[in-house]
């Protein structure tokens, strides 16, 4: 509870940031909401000799629209996120996510870049973030370039961010029309994180055909996945309750789930496929 | 006189400094000078200790000091267990691990510095040479043949064998008519305090004092251990327990750093503060519960309990702490719980495990009682095809049977256990709920009602029956303007007696509520006292200040006779905090006029000594004994096996009641941490030892969103052991709350053919019993 010795920066731009990063390279660690990192850093598990804050570049805190595109800064907070009209007008997922984030105290602490290139297996983000094809746009002294949702999480904390890049900002579409979204969680009860979180944006048109379906499924797997044979069975179907299960029966397909002391990997197969349903269930109910 | 306050629900006086943040915890604590202990603690359960090089810590900057056990050994004495049990094994416990490590966080070595930092970072420098030996942390495993030994001179890991018998249980199982048995695991939990623990000591040489601020439930029962072991006379310890932030039984206690921090502070010169990490209390602060048990009823068809046969294996952990033993003993006292039962037979086996010491967590043996005996209860129901509640109604004895005499020896003071059940089944609406559970199986949905009648033993309790004194003192202290000083005994850390204390003597005095003040945790400041567990400070510790307020009263009375002029004393009258003769109400004198004319001393009546304050301690005649019932209401999700509450109904009869709101914040908080263990809590340790629930991260506590609204509602049964008709109400809940969950989650189940779970019921769990059902 007591972190070792480290040396402390807190930057107000991003290009201030940028030649922090490039001079202390991986000596030094980003700080955004802090509560990934510092926890770690309390149990000596994370001992990094730099700490860069980025509480202080007000640049990367926003919430806007931008043609079809809604774009949202790398720090933001989650409960700027969870309580945005505009996101709960054009893009509910997201603030639906946000909202069961830990608790009240995290969500006024946490951000979304934060979240998404600790990369955490159990985080809820990710399952969001894939369901609605986002895109991630980092920068460095070398220039910037974007990521896409898919290409983004590598592995279990492990990001395709490259040494020296920092996430600036996220990128999701405006919905159509007739969409429904929905994102439902089974919490690991000590510390909230996602034993299942399940995802969902649908399409579907006058007829009650699925034109479009997006799966995100995070916490069961090493990292989120997008349940592709899920929506494969779902796209083009006239969608019912009878579609929806057999759909959902995929939801764990070609997985390796996690196991530990909260849940077996048998376990969480399951609750993907149960909470798969009810996540279509509730974004059919919502179009 | 009228009650203004007793009786009321009064808002609690502590509740604004510590809303406010501007109440003193021991880490608020800052004395001159001073400098900060950090423990290096064992990372193996069971290792031989080889070599410990700290000359790398020794060297690091502000590093003050460091020892090790066997810099140590001699200077401090061992880490003291108080219960005797016949042929108990103690082993000698160092608060410094000398030779061997026993479990994973057990203290090898101590690190002084400057400061905090510097002391955590020399614990990384000091090289601890390990040879690592099998652990044993499963109990049953512990007793049987082959198993590793964890203290050699006994060739054995069992502790102790405890036994108790009343009746003839032998007889009883002849004569049953059904015989259900059952095996049941009630799993090691972790208090969790919010507050950790933490010491500072500083040694005034001059006076050749050591004063000792620690987060306690007990400041001078630890008085008297610390000095022992640090061979220092008792009246040169003072011990300080300042705002503590929960105990529920696990700052009952002496630890091993308590005496440590005292020892620094005296060897280096300079104050010396400890403060535990939430991932030290985790793995060094004693744990509760863990008992594995089969249970056998010898029944009639009627459902008439003829006997109950316990046979318990106890997980002691890897040494004793102060009441480790005692607490099976008290498991085994109430196991026939609210009923008639004749016979009995308790069998008690200790357990020596690589693990953290077991110890008082909130019930300290009777949730362990109740919940075996109330599942059993369900388990016979089932059995005989009977209605749980029936079962239970027609083996209650009747409130006229009272004291009733248990086949364990103990006489329950007073009851009315049919009562209590009646008015739960009234407000939850027992046969509505029956008729709706039906309609819902129908439907494949898996409503479950669970009932639990239990009686707990409170008031702890005559002093024949504790290790240490079983009494409380208070002493209730007039000062001259008229303004009263409460000092008790008891060490309330977060019940509330500031207040309910308070409203006792304001009632008795006639003066305000804010006229009285509450003093507690300051053995320079208290006289002896025993502290706050076991449901005792109100009962006990609030009958003493009674006893001290009235021989207050009278020397009072004396004194206003005197002024007024009266030769009889009893034609004074005390009312309103007025002194008036009966037949003159003209002339009348405030208690403040009586206060400043005692200190005064200009006209006294012959013989009597200046000053209004008296002290009393209270030596109760028996335990008190609290029951109620309460019932759960839950719906189980098939699919997925979570638990969803419908209703939560607790009628409690604790006596006669102080204060419904400190009332109510008691059985509130007791039933949410019986929640806890009954579905989320499990302090779960791998084969080698190591903890894996060693944060709260891990280790799920119930967060508010996890509990039900909480339907409470009273009896009121006078306790015919002390003059407030008082019982007691601290632990009822983790008492009455685990079984009714449980039994609700296992009447959901009941058309699956599921007769038992064993907690923490978690959605996996429920769900593979369904899935193999």
Known sequence: MIPAAFEYFRPTSVKEALALLDHYKDEAKLLAGGHSLIPLMKLRLAQPRYVIDLGRVRELEYIRESGDQLLIGAMTRHVAIETSDLLRQRCPLLAETASVIGDAQVRNMGTIGGSLVHADPAADYPAAILALEAEMRVVSSQGERWIRAEDFFVDMLTTSLQPGELLVEIKVPVLPPRTGTAYVKVAQKASGFALCGVAVVLTIDQNGVCQHAAVGITGVAPKAYRARAVEHALRGQKLDASVTAAASAKAAEGIDPLEDLHASAEYRAHLARVWCRRALEQARARV | ?773
């Open chain 2, 1 to 773: 006189m009228a009650k203004k306050f007793v009786g009321e629900r009064v808002p609690r006086v502590e509740d604004q400094r510590l809303i406010t943040g501007r109440s003193q915890y021991v880490d608020d604590i800052v004395r001159p000078r001073m400098v900060y202990a950090a423990i290096v603690r064992s990372i193996y359960a069971h290792a031989r200790l080889k070599e410990i090089n700290v000359e790398a810590a020794r060297r690091a900057p502000g590093v003050i000091a460091v020892f090790t056990g066997e810099d140590v050994r001699e200077a401090i004495g061992p880490v003291p267990v108080a219960s005797q049990l016949p042929d108990l094994k103690i082993p000698r416990h160092p608060v410094l691990a000398v030779e061997k490590v026993r479990y994973v966080g057990e203290p090898v070595a101590v690190v002084v510095a400057e400061d905090r930092y510097q002391a955590r970072d020399a614990v990384d420098l000091i090289e601890v040479e390990y040879e690592p030996l099998e652990a044993v942390v499963d109990p049953e495993r512990a007793i049987a043949e082959g198993a590793p030994i964890l203290h050699e001179e006994f060739g054995t890991n069992v502790a102790f064998v405890w036994q108790l018998s009343g009746g003839d249980i032998e007889r009883a199982f002849r004569e049953a008519e059904v015989v259900v048995s059952q095996r049941m695991v009630n799993q090691r939990v972790i208090p969790v305090a919010m507050e950790p623990r933490g010491v500072v000591a500083e040694y005034h040489p001059g006076e050749g004092q050591l004063t000792v601020w620690t987060s306690t439930q007990i400041p001078h029962l630890l008085r008297t251990q610390l000095a022992a072991m640090l061979g220092l006379a008792e009246n040169r310890v003072r011990v300080i327990a300042p705002e503590v932030g929960g105990g529920f039984g696990s700052k009952l206690n002496v630890y091993a750093e308590e005496a440590l921090v005292g020892y620094l502070a005296m060897r280096l010169g300079r104050p010396v503060k400890w403060i535990e990490t939430r991932r030290e209390n985790f793995l060094s602060t004693i744990h509760g519960r863990g008992q594995i048990a089969e249970v056998e009823a010898a029944v009639k068809r009627d459902g008439t309990v003829l006997g109950l046969r316990y046979k318990i294996i106890q997980d002691v952990g890897a040494y004793h702490q102060l009441l480790t033993p005692a607490i099976p003993t008290l498991t085994g006292l109430m196991a026939t719980g609210p009923y008639k039962i004749p016979n009995l037979h308790v069998q008690v086996i200790g357990a020596f495990t690589n693990k953290m010491a077991t110890d008082a967590y909130r019930g300290a043996g009777r949730p362990e009682a109740t919940y075996m005996l109330e599942r059993m209860m369900d388990r016979i129901a089932r059995e005989l095809g009977l209605d749980p509640a029936e079962v239970r109604m027609r083996n209650f004895p009747q409130p006229d049977e009272f004291p009733f005499p248990t086949a364990s020896g103990l006489a329950y003071d007073s009851g009315n256990y049919p009562q209590a059940l009646r008015r739960a089944l009234e407000l939850v609406g027992y046969e509505q709920l029956r008729q709706e559970q039906q309609v819902l199986r129908q439907q494949g949905r898996y409503l479950g009602i669970g009932i639990s009648t239990y009686v707990e033993i409170c008031a702890i309790g005559p002093s024949p029956a504790l290790p240490f004194g079983g009494w409380e003192s208070a002493t209730v202290r007039v000062e001259p303007t008229g303004k009263v000083t409460v000092l008790s005994g008891a060490s309330p850390h977060g019940q509330g007696q500031e207040t309910s204390f308070a409203q006792i003597v304001a009632d008795e005095l006639g003066v305000g509520l804010s006229d009285v003040r509450v003093i507690h945790g300051d053995t320079a400041i208290v006289q002896y006292g025993i502290g706050t567990f076991g449901s005792r400070a109100t009962a006990v510790g609030g009958t003493a200040v009674y006893g001290a307020v009235q021989k207050v009263k009278e020397k009072a009375t004396r004194l206003a006779a005197h002024l007024l002029g009266e030769e009889n004393v009893a034609n004074v009258a005390f009312e309103a905090g007025q002194f008036f003769v009966k037949d003159r109400p003209e002339r009348r004198l405030t208690f403040q006029d009586v206060a400043l004319a005692a200190y005064l001393a200009k006209s006294l009546p012959p013989g009597m000594e200046p000053g209004l304050e008296a002290s009393y301690f209270f030596e109760p005649s028996n335990f008190t004994f609290p029951f109620g019932a309460h019932i759960a209401v839950v719906e189980v999700d098939p699919e997925t096996g979570d638990v969803h509450f419908r209703r939560y109904v607790a009628v409690d009869d604790c006596g006669r009641v102080i204060n419904p709101m400190l009332v109510d914040g008691q059985v509130h908080g007791g039933i949410v941490q019986a929640l806890g263990q009954a579905l989320l809590e499990e302090a779960v340790y791998d084969e080698n030892g190591q903890l894996l629930t060693g944060e709260l991260t891990d280790y799920a506590i119930p967060k508010a969103t996890d509990v039900p609204w909480l339907e409470t509602d009273r009896t009121e049964t006078p306790s015919p052991v002390n003059p407030l008709g008082v019982k007691g109400v601290g632990e009822a809940g983790t008492i009455a709350a685990t079984p009714a969950i449980v039994n609700a989650v296992v009447d959901a189940l009941a058309p699956l053919g599921i007769r038992h779970l064993d907690m923490p019921l978690r959605p996996e769990k429920i769900w593979r019993a369904i899935r193999g059902a």
